[in-house]
């Protein structure tokens, strides 16, 4: 074989090798180690009820929900997301409920909505 020819075959071995190993590589972070994501994320990969909650109040008030807690700051709101059923709880005091108190559960009937507190 000539030098060229076996230029030309190495070169396609190393084409072919890199061709197959594209596809693997390409889908190689469906095999990783998935990483910790911000709460908002988190929440829009969750299926369920969305509801939004807005805190009325002037301090910024905590809410715990399936080992979560989310700060909503004054005068601001929060999109949660998560199965019918899930309790959210206050994780701080606010006007007309303790740390600790249910503030709802989610229900079918709640999707989309606004909830209010403080």
């Known amino acids: 074989m000539s030098s060229t020819t076996r230029t030309f075959a190495g070169s396609l071995a190393v084409l072919l090798l890199a061709g197959a190993m594209a596809p693997a590589s390409a889908n190689a972070s469906l095999f990783g180690k998935k ?3 911000d709460a ?3 929440q829009s990969q969750a299926t369920g009820i969305d509801v939004q909650v807005v805190n009325r109040g002037q301090i910024p008030q905590d ?4 080992g979560q807690t989310y700060t909503v700051q004054p005068h601001k709101s929060l999109t949660i997301k998560a199965a019918a059923g899930t309790s959210v709880y206050a994780d701080s005091t606010g006007k007309g409920f303790s740390k600790g108190d249910v503030l709802f559960t989610l ?3 709640m ?3 606004t909830v209010n507190f403080n």
């Open 35 to 37: 990483t910790k994501s």
């Open 40 to 42: 908002s994320t988190a």
């Open 63 to 66: 809410l715990k929900m399936g």
């Open 107 to 109: 229900a079918p009937s």
């Open 111 to 113: 999707k989309g909505a």
